[in-house]
């Protein structure tokens, strides 16, 4: 089964690298951000952006999607609307199975686990970079009868999107007295909108700084995702120079400290001039001739 779809969402090959598809996503899901682009139909586009991700950007889903389709990774905990059922689903069955096949019957009052959940929670960039606590409510089946359910949830710093959690015992009731299910709170994050990106622990963002800046050497202040922070630009900075901002990037969720911030400049050139500073500006570029002038001769 040839399967592309979710491919040319992100407009990327089937052979496209993990590190590929990322760099797809962090775009697209930055040109489409409903809270950047208002634009008919950029949330559309957003939601189909997220949902290629969070089946590509999983090795084992991408796997499933590139042999069966979306039916397949929906099979291995795919994704649909708030929490799905069904998507982790109770293999205990097979056992009945192969005990009929070899003999061994079917014991219909065995003691069974409940069906697993699935509860999809939206993270903006901040969230997911510090953590939090929150509650969710979802539906699950209590005493024969389908009720809403709250748990507590502590969202560990450093979460990425299509990261998940497992909540044991938050699933639907056991059968035959059989332990709950499991609930799996799977993690959605949203763009940023302070411009910053993200790559694992490490956090990318562009800042703009002056012609003059650039040439004579300055220090600004940058932002970064634990605050305001001096960041001191050398005399001669090209556009594109990237700086080091260590320990300023998103905690290590199976590690200790933090990645690194990583600062673009980008120099601007001013489009407009009052007669002061084209005066300025010219004298320099007669200046910079002469001097290679003198050089030559």
Do not use: C, W
């Not at 997911?128 to 748990?151: C, D, L, M, P």
């Amino acid at each position: 089964m040839n399967n592309t779809e979710y491919y040319d969402r992100l407009g990327i090959g089937k052979d496209a690298s993990q590190d590929e598809i990322k760099k797809a996503y962090r775009k697209l899901s930055k040109k489409y951000h409903p809270d950047l682009n208002h634009e008919p139909g950029a949330e559309e586009k957003y939601k189909e952006i997220q949902e290629a991700y969070e089946t590509l950007g999983d090795e084992q889903k991408r796997a499933q999607y590139d042999q069966f389709g979306p039916a397949g990774a929906a099979g291995q905990g795919g994704f649909g609307g708030g929490f799905q059922q069904g998507g982790f689903g109770d293999f205990s069955d097979l056992g009945d199975i192969f005990s009929q096949m070899f003999g061994g019957g079917f014991d219909p009052n065995r003691p069974r686990k409940g069906q697993d959940l699935q509860y999809r929670m939206h993270l903006t960039f901040e969230e997911a970079i510090f953590g939090k606590k929150t509650t969710i409510k979802y539906s699950r089946t209590e005493n024969g009868q389908t009720k809403q359910h709250e748990v507590s949830v502590t969202v560990p710093a450093g979460v990425e999107t299509g990261q998940q959690m497992r909540l044991a015992g938050q699933g639907e009731a056991g059968i035959n007295g059989g332990p709950q299910g499991d609930l799996f709170v799977v993690f959605q994050v949203d763009a940023s909108k302070d411009g910053f990106e993200r790559d694992g622990a490490d956090v990318y963002l562009e800042v703009p700084i002056s012609f003059v800046s650039a040439t004579l050497g300055d220090e600004i202040n940058v932002k970064t995702v634990h605050g305001d922070v001096k960041l001191k630009i050398p005399s001669g900075t090209q556009t594109g120079t990237d700086f080091r901002l260590r320990g300023k990037g998103a905690p290590r969720l199976r590690g200790n400290g933090n990645g690194d911030q990583f600062i673009r400049v980008k120099v601007e050139v001013p489009t407009k001039l009052n007669k002061e500073q084209k005066k300025a500006l010219e004298e320099f570029q007669s200046a910079t001739k002469s001097k290679k002038r003198g050089f030559f001769g």
